[in-house]
């Protein structure tokens, strides 16, 4: 084996690895939905007590929603806390007239979900909840989530997670679709995947349910882009891996404005790389110390790039692997990226089939690549001007 062949090798696998695991998931999460097996423990304890923090940044036109989707699952002994983080607008009034607890924070500098989540847990410090649950001010719970997540923590004493599920309005063309059914793959086909296999899911930042002794240790004051997913990462590296609990969902709406979407997408994608490069090495340095197996398990997760990325990236090694194969004439350059490709493809129509075939049709599917190109020029500013700074997305009714 020649020591080009392997550099090759070593270059490639940085497709190569994220295409099998992703495959892998898609894969366990199809089996898993055609099995008898039963994945999830049914909580049998009581029900705990249960303070859920909303943070809140200018939802004056949807805080209400969200309050009345929460107040009717909440017991005599639950609080519901809106934290009005550097609102601008009358959030705060709003959820005072639905008779909630109302926290107001005002800092030019901490700026970001973070720092509202942490103003949050101070509050509750001199009377702690058993459980503490976090849910995004957009978004609208399922019947029972309160109860079924909250128990299914103190049975699991693990962090637990509901689906979080994500739409547009309404049915819109082809970039929405796309855009609807990388949402699925991500949010709800991995994680269902991996939970099959017994391994851990990342946090997704509404629809969360903590220990208060678990939570109260983690640093939440910080602007991080993607303060769940290294919040998840923080909780496995102390042996508290986030555990997916499908049957209980969260639901909001992505914007429908040109600007709403690129300022989530730069958020989510920027923020989901920058964790990649800076802080991936270090919990794999944790993961191998610990002997962490589900940590190692999230840190691989973690690995896997957005769908755009990886199908660039494959798309432009394996451009780079026919120059070679001609110019050498070995053609298993090549062969290798052409079955990673392939191994891509393959996973994605599973789980298309399995389930995204109401939300994007075949033919729209095969369009998909077209529309993943596009985001280029997101990843190119990662680059050259990375976004480092929490921005809420603009809302449609803004």
């Not at 994220?18 to 898609?26: F, N, T």
């Not at 800092?107 to 103003?119: E, Q, S, Y």
């Not at 796309?178 to 099959?196: L, Q, S």
Request: hydrophobic share 50%; net charge positive; glycine share 6%.
């Amino acid at each position: 084996m020649s020591i080009f062949f392997i550099i090759f090798l070593m270059i490639a696998s940085v497709v190569i690895l994220p295409i099998v695991l992703l495959a892998i998931q898609i894969i366990s999460a199809a089996i898993a939905l055609k099995s008898t097996r039963k994945t999830t423990t049914e909580a049998q304890v009581p029900r705990p007590t249960v303070a859920i923090i909303v943070p809140a940044h200018n939802e004056a036109l949807g805080i209400a929603n969200t309050i009345r989707s929460i107040q009717p699952q909440l017991s005599a002994d639950d609080r519901l806390i809106i934290v009005a983080d550097n609102c601008t607008d009358n959030t705060a009034q709003i959820a005072r007239e639905h008779g909630v607890i109302v926290l107001e924070r005002f800092n030019d500098v901490d700026r970001g979900k973070g720092f509202a989540l942490d103003h949050g847990m101070q509050f509750l410090k001199e009377d702690p909840p058993q459980v503490v649950m976090i849910i995004d001010a957009d978004c609208e719970i399922s019947d029972s989530l309160i109860a079924q997540i909250s128990t299914q923590c103190v049975v699991m004493q693990r962090p637990v997670q509901a689906n979080y599920v994500m739409r547009f309005y309404e049915k819109g063309g082809i970039k929405q679709q796309v855009m609807e059914f990388a949402w699925i793959v991500k949010n709800t086909v991995r994680p269902a995947g991996y939970h099959y296999l017994g391994l851990p899911c990342q946090l997704m930042g509404t629809g969360m349910a903590f220990l208060w002794q678990d939570l109260s240790k983690c640093q939440l004051a910080s602007g991080h882009l993607v303060e769940d997913m290294k919040l998840g990462l923080d909780l496995a590296s102390i042996g508290k891996a986030p555990y997916y609990y499908a049957q209980a969902s969260v639901k909001s709406y992505f914007p429908t404005s040109e600007q709403g979407i690129a300022s989530q997408r730069l958020r989510w994608e920027h923020g989901h790389l920058g964790i990649i490069f800076k802080e991936l090495p270090q919990y794999f340095r944790l993961a191998f110390q610990q002997k962490n197996l589900l940590l190692f398990a999230q840190v691989l997760d973690l690995m896997v790039p957005p769908l755009a990325l990886l199908f660039m990236a494959t798309l432009v090694l394996w451009g780079i692997a026919l120059v070679v194969s001609i110019i050498s004439g070995m053609s298993i350059y090549v062969a290798i990226l052409t079955a990673a490709l392939c191994a891509l493809g393959f996973g994605i129509l599973i789980a298309w089939y399995c389930f995204a075939r109401t939300i994007i049709s075949f033919k729209t599917l095969l369009m998909a690549p077209l529309v993943l190109l596009m985001k280029l020029p997101v990843y190119l500013k990662f680059m050259v001007s990375r976004q480092v700074d929490w921005v809420r997305s603009k809302r449609d009714l803004d």
